[in-house]
């Protein structure tokens, strides 16, 4: 069964810094997702990648396959960026649903 | 506009009583998974259904039981059998199960907790 593991468990920053959160997983995947949970619960999905490196607005993630790593960055953070942030990885080719970590709860100062 | 929904938002249950929480998408999605999440812990999967009147179990599925009679709907009994039931229950579909690589659409969530 793979192991998701994130860092930092928790993140308060100032508003306009560079954001970095990691995960690195154990056994080997078809995919990994990055989740956003708002406070009220609901789970929006960031990023799905396989290889390489995607880019949505301020939102960068990227994968080493090799390495079984992946990274989220956020650019110039800002306050409603405030956030869980989750790694989610598909092990079984989406048959058996996702292995999650723990998240990353994100605080951004204004 | 499509998407799934869950209710009711917030569920509250005496201890002993069975309860069903909904699920439904209009995405026209054939794989549905039903997740709970506790404090501090990630995501557990309790039951996934990768078509109609086909479920499986998963990593946490004592206590519970699931349906799938239609494409759209995935509803989940919470049985007085589960010992801890309050917990944030979400659930997900995506567009095809038993392939790979698919990504996972979320509901709101429901909040139960068992008084």
């Known amino acids: 069964k793979n192991e998701v593991e994130q860092s930092p468990q928790n993140l308060t920053a100032q508003e306009g810094e560079f954001i970095t959160i990691n995960c690195s997983y154990s056994?080997?995947?078809?995919?990994l997702h990055w989740l956003q949970q708002h406070p009220g619960g609901g789970i929006v999905s960031l990023f799905m990648?396989?290889?390489g490196k995607k880019k949505h607005g301020r939102l960068i993630a990227t994968i080493n396959i090799q390495e079984k790593h992946s990274s989220l960055h956020i650019t110039a953070s800002h306050p409603r960026d405030s956030a869980v942030y989750i790694c989610?990885?598909?092990?079984?080719?989406?048959?058996?649903?996702?292995?999650f970590g723990k998240g990353t709860h994100l605080i951004i100062q204004p | 506009d499509g998407g799934i929904t869950q209710s009711p938002k917030y569920l509250f249950r005496k201890e002993g009583q069975n309860v069903t929480l909904s699920c439904e998408q209009n995405?026209?999605?054939?794989?549905m998974y039903w997740y709970r999440q506790d404090p501090g812990q990630g995501l557990r999967l309790i039951y996934y259904?990768?078509?109609?009147?086909?479920?499986q179990k998963g990593d946490i599925a004592e206590g519970y039981s699931v349906s799938r009679e239609k494409k759209e709907s995935f509803p989940l009994t919470v049985t007085s059998a589960q010992k801890n039931p309050t917990a944030f229950y979400l659930c997900?579909?995506?567009?095809?199960?038993?392939?790979?690589?698919?990504?996972?659409?979320f509901g709101p969530g429901t909040r139960l907790t068992v008084l």
């Open positions: 259904s990768q078509i109609v009147n086909d479920f």
């Open positions: 989610a990885v598909d092990s079984g080719g989406g048959a058996d649903g996702l292995t």
């Open positions: 997900a579909s995506s567009k095809r199960g038993g392939v790979a690589a698919n990504e996972q659409f």
């Open positions: 990648l396989s290889s």
């Open positions: 995405l026209n999605h054939d794989a």
């Open positions: 056994v080997g995947i078809s995919a």
